[in-house]
């Protein structure tokens, strides 16, 4: 990296050329609202302004929507982090060697990251509605239907569209990583006569360590964001197993109920940072931990 | 790899290029594509079913005038329109030709006189003899003559009686000289009328036609207020702007009683379904061709809600009307024409009661430039 | 021995393929059961998809009469082949095309913009060293990473604030300068050769040339990567229309296709289909550049 020392006036206006717009809408769009919602969780009303401490927090607290909420978006964080990183890994894996039709599989696993979710809503509302072709099918064998949208199940087909929509996504980047692994290592160890268990866990994973955190943050990032979804496929109210923090603070935005708006928003971006904070530290670790 | 590029660009280009021309045409083509129609929203109310029609004046009795002979018209005294008195002269002739058969006949009388004289005159020169025999004939002979003579005193009174009536013809009755269709020098001939008088005595009478549920209320012997154009002067159709004008505000209007005398089916024209109604009237200084308006005031029975006859379509299974449903879609709203089946009340020839089936906010089609079906999308003119 | 582990590799591989081919079909499937149904009649497709016009939450009677009597069925192949829906969809809902316009004008400025700014920021960010700047980039990361909601009660005052409420502005410029622009191509703004600015530096070149001449050639791979990914995720756009945008008619098609599929299934499916056509046209125009994006803002830089 060019390491130059703003040593003249004529270095920091340039500096301020190249980052100016950016910083400007930055502060302006994203830093400026990001405070003002740290003020508003500790005031009763953005119009009145009086200050009262945690009371945001504590009636939030209180709210069981919120509860419900917030446990349901870790809950659905915890659940479909793993399973969507362990299949996309297991692609990545069935993909990274010599394959004919390799591109048109990587290409046929992206297609759902561009195809607008709007657009296919329909169909799955056609496979799980209670009058939907998956009962339709059960009933013809003779099983006992069940409703997918308006039970706990509707939590798992959540599940299912999310891996659905972003396993092209870490697809790519679990590629990049194996492509990043030295093949002469692998071949090396298969000489050495280790079997391909072993093979994966000495010289693949740690291979794919860097890429995987980031797959990760992105995975945890993508399920906050699989509200869109869920408010395409479900609406604004769906089951109380998939109404997750987003629906909170949407229909909170639409009753104006700022003060729990925000303190909701203030607690989501805390928690988000801390992982975030989390995995970086870890990956540091971890790429010391192989360095040193 | 390439071709697959560009193949590409061109599907990207074509794809935004094709819905810019769709976005551009759009209004075109929706307006092509889908049936206009014309809506209404009905008025809740009963219908008036009241009678308000015109009519003129007609005599209930004209008088013909009819010459007597077969002469010259010599002058003409009266014109239409007149109002005449019993006797006054409207017509007179120049009678010159049945002069000159009186003449004749007078002449031939004179010939009958003769040879009846000579008949007598023979017989006194029989009675001297004694043939009784030819006595007797010739006293027949005379007879048969006398009757001659009399049968040519009888064309001769008669034609006499001709000349002395028929050389003026006169009004046979007070009342207004309808019409006169001949002119000095015109030849007339017997039994073939001249002209009409309408006669005051027998009063007058006009027609009106009243249609529907209004026409079927009414019944003979019903009394009408009728409104007379009270104007004197005769009505000419020139003049048909300037009375429709004056119509019935004018200071010189007068109301009358009137009955309803008859009542027949099938009215004019096309409209099969309305009835001519004569009613009579009677009073003084009426004349032909007078507007004359009947009210006749009436409701229906129970209130509805009112529309156009042109909306009201029927089928197998009923009356039915096209409503306009809105949908309110993200994409604004369309229309849709929907069947919805109605019971009809009273109507009239433009309005119909619907007593059930349509809301009183309810739009309905009165015109389509399509035939509908129902469910239809529509646009709204 | 070694004719049976080829044998054995030779079925690994089938096996392999199989598998493949299996989850690639489960991934094809709504999206070729949306196209392929999009040429259905409209007849056909309530026909078909009339199920879900009646509601199954009279949740009463489910446990009563266990077994719905009627279901979706999933038919591939249309009866009649027909382009009915599309010209429904092109020519009867004039107000699709509106609302595709309106999807064009709130994406592509955001695009534009988000490409620019985050080109010129990330040269600073990547080749410029002043204080404080890894602390901002790392805040830049964690905005990118929070969900929308967070900042949206804000967002909003500032935006009615600044008089953009009514118009697209209050969604179009927090696009502009999300983070994720300056993100992505500063991971490729940072995988330039140090040499080159260098050797230009010792030409005489300033920033601004340097940039010109050198930087932007070179993450021209990236600006399109960061042009798709912006448009996939700006195309799909579904909180902030739906929260910012009150009238029906201003909204984009992402908001349009989720009411309609309830009741009109016959103009969704072809309206689906004419909505993803350009994304997914764009992006396998430049799916190498997708791919590199992607895999670039993975990379530890």
């Given at each position: 990296?060019l390491?130059l020392?703003?040593?003249?006036?004529?270095n920091a206006a340039?500096i301020?050329?190249?980052?100016?717009p950016s910083?400007?809408?930055?502060?302006?769009?994203?830093l400026v609202?990001?405070g003002?919602?740290?003020?508003?969780?500790?005031?009763?009303?953005?119009?009145?302004?009086?200050?009262?401490?945690f009371d945001?927090y504590?009636l939030?607290?209180?709210s069981?929507?919120f509860?419900?909420?917030?446990?349901?978006?870790?809950?659905?964080a915890?659940?479909s982090?793993?399973?969507?990183?362990?299949?996309?890994?297991?692609?990545?894996l069935?993909?990274?060697?010599?394959?004919?039709?390799?591109?048109?599989?990587?290409?046929?696993?992206?297609?759902?990251?561009?195809?607008?979710?709007?657009?296919?809503?329909?169909?799955?509302?056609?496979?799980f509605h209670?009058?939907?072709?998956?009962?339709?099918?059960?009933?013809e064998?003779?099983?006992?239907?069940?409703d997918?949208?308006?039970?706990?199940?509707s939590?798992?087909?959540m599940?299912?569209v999310?891996?659905w929509?972003?396993?092209g996504?870490?697809?790519?980047?679990?590629?990049?990583g194996l492509?990043?692994?030295?093949?002469?290592?692998?071949?090396a160890?298969?000489?050495?006569?280790?079997?391909?268990?072993?093979?994966?866990w000495?010289?693949?994973w740690?291979?794919?360590?860097?890429?995987?955190?980031?797959?990760?943050?992105?995975?945890?990032?993508?399920?906050?964001?699989v509200?869109?979804?869920?408010?395409l496929?479900a609406?604004a109210?769906?089951n109380?197993?998939?109404?997750?923090?987003?629906h909170?603070?949407?229909?909170?935005f639409?009753?104006l109920?700022?003060?729990?708006l925000t303190?909701?928003a203030?607690?989501?971006?805390?928690?988000?940072?801390?992982?975030?904070?989390l995995?970086?530290?870890?990956?540091?670790?971890?790429?010391?931990?192989?360095?040193? | 790899?390439?071709?697959?590029?560009?193949?590409?660009?061109?599907?990207?280009?074509?794809?935004?290029?094709?819905?810019?021309?769709l976005t551009f045409?759009?209004?075109?083509?929706?307006?092509l594509?889908l049936?206009?129609?014309?809506?209404?929203?009905?008025?809740?109310?009963?219908?008036?079913?009241?009678?308000?029609?015109e009519?003129?004046?007609?005599?209930?009795y004209t008088?013909q005038?009819?010459?007597?002979?077969?002469?010259?018209?010599?002058?003409v005294?009266a014109?239409?329109?007149d109002?005449?008195?019993?006797?006054?002269?409207?017509?007179?002739?120049d009678?010159?030709t049945t002069?000159?058969?009186l003449e004749?006949?007078?002449?031939?009388?004179?010939?009958?006189?003769i040879?009846?004289?000579q008949?007598?005159?023979?017989l006194?020169?029989l009675?001297?003899?004694?043939?009784?025999?030819?006595i007797e004939?010739?006293?027949?002979?005379?007879?048969?003559?006398q009757?001659?003579l009399?049968?040519?005193?009888?064309?001769?009174e008669?034609l006499?009686?001709?000349?002395?009536?028929?050389?003026?013809?006169?009004?046979?009755?007070?009342?207004?000289?309808?019409s006169?269709n001949?002119?000095?020098?015109?030849?007339?001939?017997?039994?073939?009328?001249?002209g009409?008088?309408?006669?005051?005595?027998?009063?007058?009478?006009?027609?009106?036609s009243?249609?529907?549920?209004?026409g079927d209320?009414?019944?003979?012997?019903d009394k009408?207020?009728?409104?007379?154009?009270?104007?004197?002067?005769?009505?000419?159709?020139?003049?048909?702007?300037?009375?429709?004008k004056?119509a019935?505000?004018?200071?010189d209007?007068?109301?009358?009683?009137?009955t309803?005398?008859?009542?027949e089916e099938?009215?004019?024209?096309?409209?099969?379904d309305?009835?001519?109604?004569?009613?009579?009237?009677?009073?003084t200084?009426l004349?032909?061709?007078?507007?004359?308006?009947?009210?006749?005031?009436?409701?229906?029975?129970?209130?509805g809600?009112?529309?156009s006859?042109?909306?009201l379509?029927?089928d197998d299974?009923g009356?039915y009307?096209?409503?306009?449903t809105?949908?309110?879609?993200?994409?604004?709203?369309?229309?849709f024409?929907?069947?919805?089946?109605?019971?009809?009340?009273?109507?009239?020839d433009?309005?119909?009661?619907?007593?059930?089936?349509?809301?009183?906010?309810?739009?309905?089609?009165?015109?389509?430039?399509?035939?509908?079906?129902?469910?239809?999308?529509?646009?709204?003119? | 021995?070694?004719?049976?582990?080829?044998?054995?590799?030779?079925t690994?591989?089938?096996?392999?393929?199989?598998?493949?081919?299996?989850?690639c079909?489960a991934?094809?499937?709504?999206i070729?059961?949306?196209?392929?149904?999009?040429?259905?009649?409209?007849?056909?497709?309530?026909?078909?998809?009339?199920?879900?016009?009646?509601?199954?939450?009279?949740?009463?009677?489910?446990?009563?009469?266990?077994?719905?009597?009627?279901?979706v069925?999933?038919?591939?192949?249309?009866?009649?082949?027909?382009?009915?829906?599309?010209?429904?969809?092109?020519?009867?809902h004039?107000?699709f095309?509106?609302?595709?316009?309106?999807?064009?004008k709130?994406?592509?400025?955001?695009?534009l913009?988000q490409t620019?700014?985050?080109?010129l920021?990330?040269?600073?960010?990547?080749?410029?060293?002043?204080?404080?700047?890894?602390?901002?980039?790392?805040?830049?990361?964690?905005?990118?990473?929070?969900?929308?909601?967070?900042?949206?009660?804000?967002?909003?005052l500032?935006?009615?604030?600044?008089?953009?409420?009514?118009?697209?502005?209050?969604?179009i410029?927090?696009?502009?300068f999300?983070a994720?622009?300056v993100?992505l191509m500063?991971?490729?703004?940072?995988?330039?050769?140090?040499v080159?600015?260098?050797?230009?530096?010792?030409?005489?070149?300033?920033?601004?040339?340097?940039?010109?001449?050198?930087?932007?050639?070179?993450?021209?791979?990236?600006?399109?990567?960061?042009?798709?990914?912006?448009?996939?995720?700006n195309?799909?756009?579904?909180?902030?229309?739906?929260?910012?945008?009150a009238?029906?008619?201003?909204?984009p098609?992402?908001?349009?296709?989720?009411?309609?599929?309830?009741?009109?299934?016959g103009?969704?499916f072809?309206a689906?289909?004419?909505?993803?056509?350009?994304?997914v046209?764009?992006?396998l125009?430049?799916?190498?550049?997708?791919?590199?994006?992607?895999?670039?803002?993975?990379?530890?830089?």
């Amino acid at each position: 990296m060019l390491k130059l020392r703003p040593h003249s006036l004529r270095n920091a206006a340039s500096i301020l050329a190249f980052l100016g717009p950016s910083l400007a809408g930055f502060l302006l769009f994203y830093l400026v609202p990001f405070g003002a919602v740290v003020y508003y969780s500790f005031v009763d009303t953005p119009v009145r302004s009086r200050f009262v401490g945690f009371d945001n927090y504590r009636l939030l607290w209180e709210s069981a929507s919120f509860r419900k909420a917030f446990g349901n978006s870790l809950a659905f964080a915890g659940v479909s982090v793993p399973i969507l990183f362990a299949v996309s890994l297991a692609l990545a894996l069935l993909l990274s060697g010599a394959l004919p039709l390799r591109r048109t599989f990587r290409t046929v696993f992206l297609l759902p990251l561009v195809v607008p979710v709007a657009s296919i809503a329909l169909v799955w509302q056609a496979l799980f509605h209670w009058n939907g072709a998956i009962n339709g099918a059960l009933a013809e064998w003779g099983l006992r239907p069940t409703d997918w949208m308006n039970t706990r199940w509707s939590f798992t087909v959540m599940v299912a569209v999310y891996i659905w929509k972003n396993v092209g996504y870490n697809l790519v980047l679990f590629l990049a990583g194996l492509a990043n692994i030295p093949v002469d290592q692998r071949e090396a160890a298969a000489i050495d006569g280790a079997g391909p268990w072993r093979r994966f866990w000495s010289i693949t994973w740690p291979g794919l360590a860097p890429v995987s955190f980031f797959a990760v943050v992105m995975s945890i990032v993508g399920s906050f964001k699989v509200f869109r979804e869920t408010y395409l496929v479900a609406g604004a109210y769906p089951n109380d197993a998939i109404y997750t923090l987003q629906h909170f603070m949407n229909n909170s935005f639409q009753n104006l109920d700022y003060s729990k708006l925000t303190s909701a928003a203030l607690q989501l971006a805390i928690v988000i940072g801390a992982a975030v904070y989390l995995l970086f530290r870890a990956e540091r670790h971890v790429r010391e931990g192989a360095e040193g | 790899m390439h071709r697959r590029k560009i193949a590409l660009r061109w599907a990207i280009g074509v794809f935004f290029g094709s819905l810019l021309v769709l976005t551009f045409l759009s209004n075109t083509i929706q307006s092509l594509t889908l049936p206009k129609v014309a809506v209404e929203t009905p008025d809740t109310g009963s219908l008036d079913l009241s009678v308000d029609a015109e009519g003129y004046l007609q005599p209930a009795y004209t008088a013909q005038l009819i010459p007597l002979g077969s002469w010259t018209v010599s002058e003409v005294k009266a014109r239409k329109g007149d109002r005449v008195k019993k006797g006054d002269s409207i017509v007179t002739f120049d009678t010159t030709t049945t002069q000159r058969s009186l003449e004749d006949e007078q002449a031939r009388r004179k010939q009958e006189q003769i040879r009846l004289e000579q008949l007598q005159d023979a017989l006194k020169l029989l009675m001297r003899g004694d043939d009784q025999d030819a006595i007797e004939r010739q006293k027949r002979d005379m007879e048969s003559q006398q009757l001659s003579l009399d049968m040519e005193q009888r064309k001769v009174e008669e034609l006499e009686r001709q000349i002395s009536d028929g050389q003026v013809l006169r009004a046979p009755t007070d009342g207004v000289v309808e019409s006169l269709n001949v002119e000095a020098g015109a030849n007339v001939s017997p039994g073939q009328p001249v002209g009409t008088i309408a006669s005051d005595a027998s009063g007058y009478q006009f027609v009106i036609s009243a249609s529907g549920d209004a026409g079927d209320a009414l019944s003979i012997g019903d009394k009408v207020t009728v409104q007379v154009d009270g104007a004197d002067a005769p009505q000419t159709q020139t003049a048909a702007g300037v009375r429709g004008k004056k119509a019935l505000s004018g200071p010189d209007v007068r109301q009358l009683q009137g009955t309803i005398s008859t009542i027949e089916e099938g009215g004019d024209g096309a409209d099969s379904d309305a009835k001519r109604v004569t009613v009579d009237i009677s009073g003084t200084d009426l004349s032909p061709g007078l507007k004359a308006t009947a009210y006749i005031p009436r409701q229906s029975q129970s209130p509805g809600l009112k529309i156009s006859t042109d909306a009201l379509k029927s089928d197998d299974n009923g009356t039915y009307v096209f409503a306009v449903t809105d949908k309110e879609g993200p994409l604004g709203s369309s229309y849709f024409a929907e069947k919805a089946y109605v019971t009809t009340g009273e109507q009239t020839d433009d309005t119909v009661l619907i007593l059930n089936g349509l809301g009183p906010d309810e739009r309905v089609v009165t015109d389509a430039s399509e035939p509908l079906s129902d469910g239809d999308r529509v646009r709204l003119e | 021995m070694m004719a049976w582990t080829a044998s054995l590799r030779r079925t690994g591989a089938c096996a392999k393929l199989a598998i493949l081919i299996a989850l690639c079909a489960a991934t094809l499937f709504p999206i070729a059961l949306t196209v392929t149904n999009a040429f259905m009649s409209e007849r056909e497709i309530s026909h078909h998809y009339g199920a879900l016009a009646d509601s199954g939450d009279t949740s009463a009677d489910k446990d009563a009469s266990a077994m719905p009597t009627k279901h979706v069925s999933i038919r591939w192949i249309p009866e009649r082949a027909t382009l009915e829906a599309f010209g429904d969809v092109l020519f009867n809902h004039a107000k699709f095309l509106t609302l595709f316009w309106n999807s064009v004008k709130l994406t592509a400025p955001i695009v534009l913009g988000q490409t620019v700014v985050g080109t010129l920021a990330a040269y600073a960010f990547a080749k410029l060293a002043w204080p404080g700047r890894d602390k901002l980039f790392f805040l830049y990361l964690l905005t990118m990473l929070m969900p929308f909601q967070v900042t949206l009660v804000p967002n909003y005052l500032v935006a009615q604030k600044l008089g953009m409420l009514p118009s697209y502005g209050a969604i179009i410029w927090p696009g502009v300068f999300a983070a994720f622009g300056v993100f992505l191509m500063r991971q490729f703004t940072a995988g330039i050769l140090d040499v080159y600015l260098e050797a230009a530096r010792i030409d005489g070149a300033g920033h601004f040339r340097s940039f010109v001449h050198i930087v932007l050639p070179l993450v021209k791979p990236g600006m399109t990567a960061l042009m798709l990914l912006a448009f996939t995720d700006n195309w799909n756009m579904v909180e902030q229309p739906l929260l910012f945008i009150a009238e029906p008619f201003r909204q984009p098609l992402s908001i349009y296709l989720a009411q309609i599929a309830e009741g009109d299934q016959g103009v969704a499916f072809a309206a689906s289909v004419l909505y993803m056509t350009p994304m997914v046209l764009l992006f396998l125009y430049g799916e190498d550049q997708f791919v590199e994006g992607i895999q670039r803002s993975g990379v530890k830089g």
